[in-house]
């Protein structure tokens, strides 16, 4: 899986692209545990297609390493699929998640 | 009469009115011509009159007068003798009157004359004391006047010549004496002309006078009886026009004939564009309601059948059906009899419309009834042509074609009830000819035969109904068979045969309208064996490209593979606590038509994944984090059956891919 990571400005900002699956989410994992010190730490899901259980677990495993390190932590641009699995886990209310605008 | 109107302008009243004038004023010239004349005529008379008038009121007294004084002609008058004459020359219009006596032998009379005018007043008049006399001039008598003198005339024409004016008219009288007295009245050119001047004006402005009150009693009563009529009748149809309340518009012109014909006819109208407009909105409600109808009737016809695609344990299908404008009689249907057995249809009910959709309906029903039953198509096509032959007044029918695949022995058995003969497409195209049989509904005792040929993996049975080779292009060309059999031939791949026969039609016919049912199905016989996967979740990726290379509608794939992902990620977890044994696979399945269902069977421990699941309302992530996967698949799937059996645990994932 490729994944961007962009630091500026105190702002780490995250980008996965394809498939989160059970196979690739822990690349994710090894991206946000890579940073060790950050302001704020954004998720752009701008070119994820897909995302199971496995990547709802690295999300929450990031959520714990930004409050870790006193950082602010969203997640944007959610494709529908996606943004059904927070929903339906119900935790698109208790962390910082934006849809994608629909073009 | 409303701005813009391009009718000629101007009222009946005015117009008419307007014509009325000219006609009375050539009227009035043409009476003024003949007027002139008469007046003229009467102005003559009237001097005459006047002449006799006076002699027989002053002849008496003038010739009382001449006896006393002796002398021819000695008036004596009073002082108000000068306005008497004054007042008889206006009574009778002349310019003077005069009376004188000739004196033959010396040339000389003795005259005595009033006038009206001022300057002419008492010209040959002398006064003697308060009394005019009369004076004596020299005048010689003309001819007539001399033979007027002596008798022979009653009464003389002249032309002035004793007083200063154009016309004398003399008359002999006799003073009381019996003495001989000429008496005459004289007026001038002018006099003449004035007088008739006058007496035109009088004619003129008198008909003149009458012509306008003519014609103000003609324009108020065309205006009344002609005017007002038309235009109360032509605001009653403008207010028609504008609608509302149409038949509160109505007309009532009694007046003339032809305006209450008028009238009459008008309401008649009205009346009948009321009803007919109710009529009119009672049809078209009626039609409304009807296409309603015929909607849910269509509605009703297409939810019979099955999903367009399919995955069955067995066989892939394709179908396809595009309904002319008007609900029709095709059908196709596929059911998967048993784990090897598949069987195909389609049909085509003779006619179109709520009557044919209904036997379409009766027809799908019954060869499902009998199908299910285990019967071969010969026998479902006997049974249900027995059926719907023993009530049909209307003698409708249907031709059909059955076919059941047969994968385990990779056949396919068919019969056909006069229906198109459908193809098996494999390295070469083959039409199915055999066992061709009477459609369904006819003759109750029709026999029907089961041919059986080969079809192995990788063959495509494709069935149509004749909306495909009868599709018609706007200059009349069918699209015929020989097109259709070089779309199948060229077939390649993976294509949906039904959606490249459809596509091929459509170009070919362009934008004629399409008059019959276009109906195909093709089932194409394939592996359809469970892959077998090891216990590994980079296994996933096979299941992964099933799913989404499947015909299935996208929206629902991901959510399977998130529900496929999550069941088999448990299933590798948890099967064996430590090595997995030699040659143990996981084995998945997909199959689906109007339902996804994804089966995974292992050999693992025993493990129910519907027990102790988190609550379905909401998942706490704060305080629960095992069993998230299994939430988010059993969220995801309509349904997840579990069972054990012969030490294999089979985990059924249910999805209904609903129509859109």
């Not at chain 2, 306005?83 to 040339?107: Q, S, T």
């Not at chain 2, 195909?344 to 009766?362: E, I, L, P, Q, R």
């Not at chain 2, 019954?366 to 249900?384: D, K, T, Y």
């Not at chain 2, 799937?637 to 089979?650: C, H, L, M, R």
């Amino acid at each position: 899986m490729q994944i961007t990571k962009t630091v500026g400005n105190g702002t780490v900002i995250i980008k996965p692209e394809g498939w989160l699956d059970t196979v690739s989410s822990p690349e994710l994992g090894d991206a946000v545990e890579s940073v060790t010190e950050a302001g704020s730490i954004i998720l752009d899901f701008d070119l994820v297609e897909y995302m199971a259980s496995a990547g709802l677990r690295q999300i929450l495993m990031a959520h714990k390493k930004s409050q870790s390190l006193g950082a602010s932590f969203s997640i944007i641009n959610v494709c529908p699929q996606v943004m059904s699995i927070f929903k339906m886990t119900n935790i698109d209310s208790k962390l910082d998640i934006k849809a994608k605008n629909p073009a | 009469m409303k701005k813009g109107r391009k009718y000629k302008s101007g009222s009946i009243a005015g117009s008419l009115t307007g014509r009325m004038a000219l006609l009375m004023v050539a009227c009035a010239i043409i009476i003024m011509s003949f007027s002139y004349r008469m007046v003229s005529q009467n102005v003559i008379e009237s001097s005459q009159r006047y002449a006799k008038m006076l002699l027989s009121v002053y002849g008496d007294m003038m010739c009382y007068e001449t006896e006393q004084e002796h002398i021819p002609i000695d008036l004596n008058y009073s002082s108000d003798a000068d306005y008497l004459g004054d007042y008889f020359c206006k009574w009778y219009n002349v310019d003077y009157v005069y009376l004188y006596a000739p004196d033959v032998e010396n040339g000389t009379v003795t005259i005595i004359s009033f006038s009206c005018d001022e300057k002419l007043v008492g010209k040959y008049n002398a006064y003697r004391g308060d009394t005019i006399v009369g004076s004596v001039v020299d005048y010689k008598l003309t001819d007539d006047e001399l033979a007027l003198w002596n008798g022979e005339m009653a009464f003389a024409v002249l032309d002035a010549a004793l007083v200063p004016s154009d016309v004398e008219i003399e008359y002999l009288v006799k003073d009381a004496f019996g003495n001989k007295v000429i008496l005459g009245g004289a007026i001038s050119n002018e006099g003449i002309r004035s007088q008739i001047r006058s007496g035109i004006i009088t004619v003129a402005i008198a008909i003149l006078a009458i012509i306008v009150f003519a014609i103000a009693i003609f324009h108020l009563l065309i205006s009344r009886k002609a005017s007002l009529p038309a235009k109360n009748i032509s605001k009653a149809i403008e207010d028609y026009m504008k609608g509302g309340q149409r038949s509160k518009v109505r007309l009532n012109e009694k007046g003339y004939h032809e305006f209450a014909m008028i009238s009459e006819a008008f309401n008649r109208m009205s009346d009948d564009i009321d009803r007919y407009m109710a009529d009119n909105e009672t049809l078209s409600r009626e039609r409304e309601r009807q296409s309603a109808e015929i909607d849910i009737a269509a509605s009703i016809q297409h939810g019979l059948l099955p999903a367009m695609e399919a995955l069955t344990g067995n066989c892939r299908i394709h179908s396809g059906m595009k309904p002319a404008k008007y609900i029709g009689g095709d059908l196709y249907d596929y059911i998967r009899i048993d784990g090897n057995h598949t069987m195909a249809v389609v049909a085509d009910v003779s006619g179109k419309g709520m009557s044919a959709s209904m036997f379409m309906a009766v027809t799908l029903t019954l060869i499902r009834q009998f199908a299910r039953l285990g019967h071969s198509p010969a026998s479902i096509l006997g049974n249900v042509n027995s059926t719907l032959s023993e009530e049909n007044p209307k003698m409708m029918f249907v031709t059909a074609f059955i076919a059941i695949y047969d994968s385990e022995n990779h056949t396919v058995t068919y019969a056909n009830a006069g229906h198109n003969q459908p193809y098996i497409i494999s390295d070469r195209l083959v039409r199915l000819d055999g066992a061709p049989g009477s459609p369904l509904g006819l003759f109750p005792d029709e026999q029907y035969t089961d041919v059986s040929v080969p079809m192995n993996v990788g063959d495509t049975l494709f069935l149509y109904t004749d909306g495909v080779n009868e599709a018609v292009t706007e200059n009349g060309e069918f699209f015929g068979t020989d097109r259709l059999e070089n779309v199948l031939t060229e077939l390649t791949g993976d294509s949906d045969p039904a959606q490249c026969v459809y596509d091929a039609v459509r170009a070919f016919v362009g934008n004629a309208e399409q008059n019959d049912d276009i109906t195909m199905l093709s089932l194409t016989a394939c592996d359809n064996a469970p892959i077998e996967l090891d216990y590994d979740i980079r296994e996933f990726r096979k299941i992964k490209s099933l799913i989404m290379d499947s015909g299935m509608p996208d929206r629902f794939k991901l959510d399977l593979c998130v529900a496929a992902e999550e069941c088999f990620v448990n299933i590798c977890s948890y099967a064996f606590d430590g090595a997995v044994p030699e040659g143990e696979k996981i084995l998945f399945s997909l199959e689906y038509s109007n339902q996804a269902v994804l089966r995974f069977v292992d050999g693992g421990r025993q493990f129910d994944p519907r027990k102790n699941m988190p609550s379905t309302d909401e998942y706490d992530i704060d305080t629960r984090v095992g069993g998230l996967g299994r939430f988010i698949a059993f969220t995801v799937a309509d349904s997840v059956d579990y069972e054990y059996t012969d030490g294999k645990n089979i985990l059924t994932i249910s999805k209904t891919l609903m129509k859109q």
